[in-house]
């Protein structure tokens, strides 16, 4: 079955930096990759996700990267703020899998101000 | 308003005691899904339901029984609750999976004593 590895497991930047999270999956049949937000004491929440026909997708501060080849993607996170500041889960599915998305362990990032 | 609900919210029980945390969301969703969220562990996939009547193992179902009698609801039974099982556990619907957004309920706090 599906493994996804998410890294690093904490992040810290200062407000204004950049911030980088990258997952790794082993199914090459995943096709389906979001990102979902969870910020201290809340649901989680989908914040970007792309599809393997796709390399990059941006929205505003936010972007993803896919690479099949290599099996991974990074979540980009450009001129942090401090409500950046929570847990950010990748996760991966294939359409052949039906019901399943494996999520990654999760990042906690923290923005200095 | 558009809202995935689960009840209890929090829950202490003893060894044994069967219970059962509901699951309910009003956007007429096929998909839905119930996860744990352990500190380390990021998110595991129990049950899910891709429609009435139709429900598959997730990554970790031991333990835990669902039904999906009606589209709207997809209550989680643990027959014998055991302390292993204290966790953070949330519902989560969507329209359809690949690709959709996970909408996911406020989350219920379980301890099993």
């Known amino acids: 079955g599906e493994n996804v590895e998410q890294h690093p497991s904490t992040l810290s930047v200062q407000e204004g930096d950049s911030a980088v999270i990258k997952c790794t999956y082993s199914?090459?049949?995943?096709?389906?990759f979001p990102w979902y937000k969870q910020e201290l004491g809340k649901r989680p929440q989908l914040i970007i996700d792309?599809?393997?026909?796709?390399g990059e997708k941006k929205d505003q501060r936010i972007a993803v990267t896919l690479n099949k080849t290599a099996k991974h993607f990074s979540l980009h996170i450009t001129e942090t703020q401090p409500e950046d500041s929570a847990v950010y889960f990748c996760?991966?599915?294939?359409?052949?899998?039906?019901?399943?998305?494996?999520f990654g362990k999760g990042t906690k990032l923290s923005v200095k101000p | 308003e558009a809202q995935v609900t689960q009840n209890p919210r929090y829950l202490i029980t003893v060894t044994g005691k069967k219970l059962t945390v509901t699951c309910s969301q009003n956007?007429?969703?096929?998909?839905m899904s119930w996860y744990r969220q352990d500190p380390g562990l990021g998110l595991r996939q129990i049950y899910y339901?891709?429609?009435?009547?139709?429900?598959d193992k997730g990554d970790v179902p031991e333990g835990y029984k669902v039904s999906r009698k009606e589209k709207r609801n997809f209550p989680l039974i643990l027959e014998s609750p055991s302390p292993n099982q204290t966790s953070l556990y949330f519902c989560?619907?969507?329209?359809?999976?690949?690709?959709?957004?996970?909408?996911f309920g406020e989350g219920s706090r379980l301890t099993v004593l």
């Open positions: 792309i599809r393997s026909n796709v």
């Open positions: 989560a619907s969507s329209l359809a999976l690949w690709p959709g957004e996970l909408f």
């Open positions: 956007m007429n969703h096929e998909y």
């Open positions: 199914d090459s049949a995943s096709n389906y």
């Open positions: 996760a991966a599915s294939n359409r052949g899998s039906q019901g399943n998305l494996i």
């Open positions: 339901s891709m429609n009435v009547e139709v429900t």
